[in-house]
């Protein structure tokens, strides 16, 4: 019996998805719920498990975009696990022995099909703009093969040989793709401003350094800096409504909720998953939730789901050395914070100079929709409460809003 394995919806709104890579070669014996290719959507990379045990055999090559609901591959259900690699040996000996001495006569022989380009072998020259015609091909009567088509260079790189001049060309995948598609919509159809403000974070520090280490003892996460930024954000997002609403056509959204979106780097590229109602969340609560979502983007288990439909983005450059940046948006989101590295400087404190860890922080957002007057109140009131985290963000209670 054969199963024709369809790709699934990832997603709401995912039409199309792109065969990242095969797992598995056409003609091997897969497990039930083995990971047998990672397919691209918009959104995210995700694994398709076979559906069935048995012999498969591959419908789409890698890079190729196809239709959610389109069959991918067929698996052999009636096939035993033993006799499918025989039949491949088998299969294998049989094509292989009788081409080996006809190859080069067969080379020579022109025919109707010399030059001609298989589908794969189309698809990669195009891409590489060379024309078939200037690549001569191994196949069977002067065919065209894929291998052809990946060994072809054109005719201006052929100029130089310096093997310590190198290049390569890879098609970027579905996910960066539409990231750049989006980043370029953004910039194009919204009226991006940013503003900038410095924070004080010897507060936090001094905080972090006195419960870093009950902390996790108690919740088995640590106490880092995204829960006091989150907790901030979410009292400056009902001081400043406007702030976590959004444009749909010509009305404006608004949310009683915060869906913050936190950006982490991935494997594949830079993924938004989000931490739903963090409104209703504490310290532990949203550190634990930082973590586990980080944890699912870094092993590539993050859905779609869990990265659709937040309100409010926060992104942290400073992991990676960034002092100064302008975010840009995540849309359909009116703003996003970027926080960047700590340095400690000299500032002014009740007339004198001290030195502190300061932390510049940036807010871009849709000019549109947010007038100068709230985006520049909400990073204020972001940065009263950063410091200022014992009165505003835990009420006078340091051990109570820390649960310990």
């Known amino acids: 019996m054969i199963l024709e394995m369809k790709v699934p919806s990832p997603g709401e709104s995912i039409t199309e998805v792109e065969i990242a890579s095969w797992l598995v070669e056409d003609g091997d014996y897969v497990e039930k719920d083995q990971a047998i290719a990672e397919v691209d959507s918009d959104k995210a990379t995700l694994e398709l498990p076979a559906e069935e045990s048995g012999i498969i055999t591959l419908k789409a090559e890698e890079g190729d975009a196809v239709d959610v609901g389109a069959v991918v591959c067929l698996i052999d259900m009636s096939a035993a696990k033993k006799e499918g690699a025989k039949k491949r040996e088998t299969t294998k000996t049989e094509v292989s022995a009788p081409e080996e001495k006809p190859v080069?006569?067969?080379?020579?022989?022109?025919?109707?099909?010399?030059?001609?380009?298989?589908?794969?072998?189309?698809?990669?020259?195009?891409?590489?703009?060379?024309?078939?015609?200037?690549?001569?091909?191994?196949?069977?009567?002067?065919?065209?093969?894929?291998?052809?088509?990946?060994?072809?260079?054109?005719?201006?790189?052929?100029?130089?040989n310096d093997e310590n001049r190198k290049s390569e060309r890879k098609k970027l995948?579905?996910?960066?793709?539409?990231?750049?598609?989006?980043?370029?919509?953004?910039?194009?159809?919204?009226?991006?401003?940013?503003?900038?403000?410095?924070?004080?974070?010897?507060?936090?520090?001094?905080?972090?350094?006195?419960?870093?280490?009950?902390?996790?003892?108690?919740?088995?996460?640590s106490l880092g800096f995204m829960s006091f930024f989150t907790l901030a954000v979410v009292r400056a997002l009902k001081m400043f409504p406007d702030v976590n609403s959004m444009i749909d056509g010509d009305f404006k959204v608004s949310y009683d909720f915060a869906d913050i979106s936190?950006?982490?780097?991935?494997?594949?590229?830079?993924?938004?998953?989000?931490?739903?109602?963090?409104?209703?969340?504490?310290?532990?609560?949203?550190?634990?939730?930082?973590?586990?979502?980080?944890?699912?983007?870094?092993?590539?288990?993050?859905?779609?789901?869990?990265?659709?439909?937040?309100?409010?983005?926060?992104?942290?450059?400073?992991?990676?050395?960034?002092?100064?940046?302008?975010?840009?948006?995540?849309?359909?989101?009116?703003?996003?914070?970027?926080?960047h590295n700590i340095v400690e400087r000299p500032v002014a404190i009740d007339g004198k100079v001290e030195i502190r860890p300061v932390m510049y922080v940036a807010l871009s957002y849709d000019h549109r929709i947010i007038?100068?007057?709230?985006?520049?109140?909400f990073l204020v009131a972001v940065k009263e409460a950063l410091e200022n985290p014992v009165e505003i963000l835990m009420n006078g209670d340091e051990k109570k809003a820390l649960e310990l």
């Open 173 to 221: 995948s579905m996910l960066r793709r539409k990231v750049a598609e989006r980043l370029v919509s953004v910039k194009n159809e919204t009226a991006m401003l940013t503003t900038f403000n410095e924070v004080d974070m010897q507060p936090i520090f001094d905080l972090r350094k006195k419960y870093k280490e009950e902390f996790k003892a108690k919740h088995e996460v």
């Open 104 to 160: 080069q006569n067969e080379e020579v022989k022109e025919t109707y099909a010399t030059g001609s380009a298989s589908p794969a072998a189309k698809k990669i020259l195009a891409e590489k703009n060379i024309d078939p015609k200037s690549v001569k091909g191994t196949g069977k009567e002067g065919r065209i093969t894929k291998q052809d088509a990946l060994d072809a260079k054109p005719s201006m790189g052929e100029a130089l």
């Open 371 to 377: 007038d100068g007057k709230e985006s520049v109140g």
């Open 262 to 339: 936190i950006a982490v780097s991935g494997p594949k590229g830079l993924m938004v998953p989000v931490i739903r109602n963090a409104e209703n969340l504490g310290f532990k609560g949203v550190e634990s939730e930082v973590k586990r979502l980080a944890l699912r983007a870094r092993d590539g288990q993050i859905t779609v789901d869990e990265m659709t439909g937040g309100t409010f983005t926060i992104t942290n450059g400073g992991v990676f050395g960034s002092m100064l940046s302008t975010p840009i948006l995540n849309p359909p989101q009116s703003a996003i914070l970027g926080m």
